[in-house]
């Protein structure tokens, strides 16, 4: 019934070529395109012998407009999932504007280079007038949002499950159980333990940038910033048990500031053991998160992706990691007059998703929300031309997917809350 190119081929790309295999109803073929077309040809020939989805692959650098818009006409797919890195979302954006095909990706526009003048002054405009100063944010694909309407279009941007699932989470305790939320708090717990002493569980060039910037939250619409990990809370997690957490900017407070104005406070917290919070410091300290070339022997390298290389692939994590997670989100607000709170969240396993498709529960849970997003919008269930987040369509076909294809949601209607 439809068919897929999907761009990348790491951690989140291969739980997502699995689903989709899985899904075969749907997704009668698929393109594996990726910069290393080995990773893709070894994934191809796993999986084709257990599924009836036709699985094609191509080496493709989706920075390259041109190469990729042939890629695109060429393989005539219904939509592009875009699993590669958040560098390449406006390239692959580009691509599927001139070829004419529905865009979905897992995360937000971030540069590689950081120190881009021409990116720098847009960004430091933008810290001024917004208050957060993460280098990720929604201006850049927002921006598309007139030429994907033009073109008739579909572009669902954030479809992992942080963002992505707790976004649908909004909507759906919008739409089913309150008149208005007056605050949101989502939670990641990763209760996962890999036994090695330093890893991070996704690519750790964007994972690192993520958790050592400064943290913010939203407030009565307005961003409030405050230095890395100086909001600490514990909380004591369904199936996990009580954990530390921290106070972090996220990309889908932006989209659901914007998007559901009468939320008057928006926080993300996610959990980190001290272990980890010491050697990410240990390593800020030295430099090595940096982002800015260095020369050492002649040659220049890029201390944070020395680093990467250093560590552990997180692909490599899954027959080690023991344990879970629990992600979701609390509300409070009013329903019929009367106040309301409510929590809707999803545990999953590390070995079970280890054995169902070879990846830990980090790879998994967002890789399962790409397959969905890119289901809805390649069958047409979800389809508004323009650039949207997943809290701006009806919930309910998500979330009856999410139980469907592996991530089954609770529903708590007298949670714990967050002080
Ligand atoms: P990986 O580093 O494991 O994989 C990235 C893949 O993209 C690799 O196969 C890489 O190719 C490929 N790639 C990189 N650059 C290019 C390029 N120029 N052209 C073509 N392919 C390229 O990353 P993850 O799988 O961990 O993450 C994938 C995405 O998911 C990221 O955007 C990440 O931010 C997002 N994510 C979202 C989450 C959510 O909940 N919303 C949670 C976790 C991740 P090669 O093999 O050659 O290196």
Request: hydrophobic share 40%.
């Given at each position: 019934?439809?068919?897929?190119?999907?761009?990348?081929?790491?951690?989140?790309?291969?739980?997502?070529?699995?689903?989709?295999?899985?899904?075969?109803?749907?997704?009668?073929?698929?393109?594996?395109?990726?910069?290393?077309?080995?990773?893709?040809?070894?994934?191809?020939?796993?999986?084709?012998?257990?599924?009836?989805?036709?699985?094609?692959?191509?080496?493709?650098?989706?920075?390259?407009?041109?190469?990729?818009?042939?890629?695109?006409?060429?393989?005539?797919?219904?939509?592009?999932?875009?699993?590669?890195?958040?560098?390449?979302?406006?390239?692959?954006?580009?691509?599927?504007?001139?070829?004419?095909?529905?865009?979905?990706?897992?995360?937000?526009?971030?540069?590689?280079?950081?120190?881009?003048?021409?990116?720098?002054?847009?960004?430091?405009?933008?810290?001024?007038?917004?208050?957060?100063?993460?280098?990720?944010?929604?201006?850049?694909?927002?921006?598309?949002?007139?030429?994907?309407?033009?073109?008739?279009?579909?572009?669902?941007?954030?479809?992992?499950?942080?963002?992505?699932?707790?976004?649908?989470?909004?909507?759906?305790?919008?739409?089913?159980?309150?008149?208005?939320?007056?605050?949101?708090?989502?939670?990641?717990?990763?209760?996962?333990?890999?036994?090695?002493?330093?890893?991070?569980?996704?690519?750790?060039?964007?994972?690192?940038?993520?958790?050592?910037?400064?943290?913010?939250?939203?407030?009565?619409?307005?961003?409030?910033?405050?230095?890395?990990?100086?909001?600490?809370?514990?909380?004591?997690?369904?199936?996990?048990?009580?954990?530390?957490?921290?106070?972090?900017?996220?990309?889908?407070?932006?989209?659901?500031?914007?998007?559901?104005?009468?939320?008057?406070?928006?926080?993300?917290?996610?959990t980190f053991g001290q272990s980890y919070l010491d050697h990410m410091r240990c390593?800020?300290?030295?430099?090595?998160?940096?982002?800015?070339?260095?020369?050492?022997?002649?040659?220049?390298?890029?201390?944070?992706?020395?680093?990467?290389?250093?560590?552990?692939?997180?692909?490599?994590?899954?027959?080690?990691?023991?344990?879970?997670?629990?992600?979701?989100?609390?509300?409070?607000?009013?329903?019929?007059?009367?106040?309301?709170?409510?929590?809707?969240?999803?545990?999953?396993?590390?070995?079970?998703?280890?054995?169902?498709?070879?990846?830990?529960?980090?790879?998994?849970?967002?890789?399962?929300?790409?397959?969905?997003?890119?289901?809805?919008?390649?069958?047409?269930?979800?389809?508004?031309?323009?650039?949207?987040?997943?809290?701006?369509?009806?919930?309910?076909?998500?979330?009856?997917a999410l139980n469907k294809w592996g991530l089954p949601w609770v529903v708590d209607?007298?949670?714990?809350?967050?002080?």
């Amino acid at each position: 019934m439809a068919k897929l190119l999907i761009i990348g081929c790491g951690g989140v790309a291969r739980v997502a070529i699995a689903k989709c295999c899985q899904n075969s109803e749907v997704f009668t073929e698929i393109c594996i395109a990726s910069r290393t077309v080995s990773k893709c040809e070894e994934v191809a020939k796993e999986l084709q012998p257990k599924t009836a989805t036709k699985i094609t692959t191509a080496a493709i650098d989706a920075e390259d407009v041109p190469a990729l818009t042939e890629l695109i006409k060429n393989y005539k797919p219904d939509a592009v999932l875009n699993v590669a890195l958040p560098y390449q979302d406006l390239t692959i954006m580009d691509a599927c504007l001139a070829a004419g095909v529905h865009y979905i990706d897992t995360a937000n526009y971030e540069p590689e280079d950081t120190d881009d003048p021409a990116w720098r002054a847009v960004y430091e405009k933008r810290c001024k007038e917004l208050g957060f100063s993460a280098y990720f944010d929604y201006s850049w694909q927002w921006a598309y949002q007139e030429k994907f309407k033009n073109a008739g279009l579909t572009a669902l941007l954030g479809t992992g499950f942080d963002p992505g699932v707790t976004s649908v989470f909004v909507a759906y305790a919008k739409k089913h159980y309150f008149d208005t939320i007056d605050t949101v708090d989502i939670l990641d717990c990763n209760g996962g333990d890999h036994g090695y002493k330093f890893a991070t569980n996704f690519n750790p060039e964007i994972n690192l940038r993520e958790v050592s910037a400064p943290g913010s939250y939203m407030e009565n619409g307005k961003w409030v910033e405050i230095p890395a990990m100086s909001i600490k809370r514990e909380y004591d997690f369904d199936q996990v048990g009580k954990k530390d957490m921290y106070l972090l900017h996220h990309e889908e407070i932006e989209a659901l500031g914007k998007n559901f104005p009468e939320i008057k406070r928006i926080r993300f917290f996610m959990t980190f053991g001290q272990s980890y919070l010491d050697h990410m410091r240990c390593l800020e300290d030295v430099g090595m998160l940096s982002t800015t070339p260095i020369n050492f022997n002649g040659q220049e390298i890029v201390p944070i992706q020395f680093l990467k290389a250093l560590l552990p692939d997180p692909a490599t994590l899954g027959p080690r990691t023991v344990g879970k997670t629990n992600i979701g989100c609390i509300f409070t607000g009013k329903k019929d007059g009367k106040e309301k709170t409510l929590y809707i969240y999803n545990v999953c396993d590390h070995q079970e998703c280890y054995k169902e498709v070879g990846s830990q529960a980090i790879s998994y849970t967002t890789g399962v929300p790409a397959m969905i997003g890119a289901m809805l919008v390649a069958t047409g269930a979800w389809r508004n031309p323009g650039v949207y987040t997943t809290d701006e369509f009806d919930p309910d076909p998500y979330m009856e997917a999410l139980n469907k294809w592996g991530l089954p949601w609770v529903v708590d209607e007298n949670p714990a809350l967050v002080d």
